[in-house]
């Protein structure tokens, strides 16, 4: 045996070998063997720490941004297009957002109702109401008299 052999087949801790028989396999199988144990002993120090937190998709929606620098993001509430809400951090400073409506989910009047909010609205011709019985004595106590 060589001295690559030999120290492959030792453990670090104890020189306890990993491989008993040697002689029927080759070097690269005691390598792979060696680097397992190292992979195996790591995971199983670690184990607790690994098997406590989720690592899934569900992780991402409840938990906070591990950030030490946060960017800036505003408080926002949601609207559903059937009204329910909820509240969320937005990057643009608005209070609420609404999303798309499905407009073809409404009956006819609905739509005309809707419709006619977006339209423009015409604007009223205002009459002027001359007002023929003015009296100005009625307002000489605000006059004000000129003093030479």
Request: charged share 30%; proline share 4%; net charge positive.
């Amino acid at each position: 045996m060589n001295d690559v052999t030999s120290k492959m087949m030792s453990s670090k801790a104890n020189n306890k070998p990993i491989i008993k028989i040697v002689t029927a396999l080759p070097i690269r199988f005691v390598a792979n063997a060696c680097l397992w144990e190292t992979q195996f002993n790591a995971f199983t120090k670690c184990s607790t720490v690994t098997l406590n937190s989720r690592w899934n998709s569900n992780r991402a929606s409840i938990a906070k941004t591990n950030r030490k620098v946060y960017a800036r993001l505003y408080p926002t509430v949601i609207v559903n297009p059937d009204g329910s809400t909820y509240r969320i951090k937005y990057n643009e400073p608005r209070k609420i957002l609404y999303l798309p409506f499905d407009v073809n989910s409404l009956t006819l009047e609905e739509k005309k109702a809707r419709l006619a909010k977006y339209q423009a609205k015409r604007k009223q011709d205002l009459k002027d109401d001359l007002d023929d019985n003015f009296d100005a004595r009625k307002y000489k106590q605000f006059w004000k008299s000129k003093k030479t």
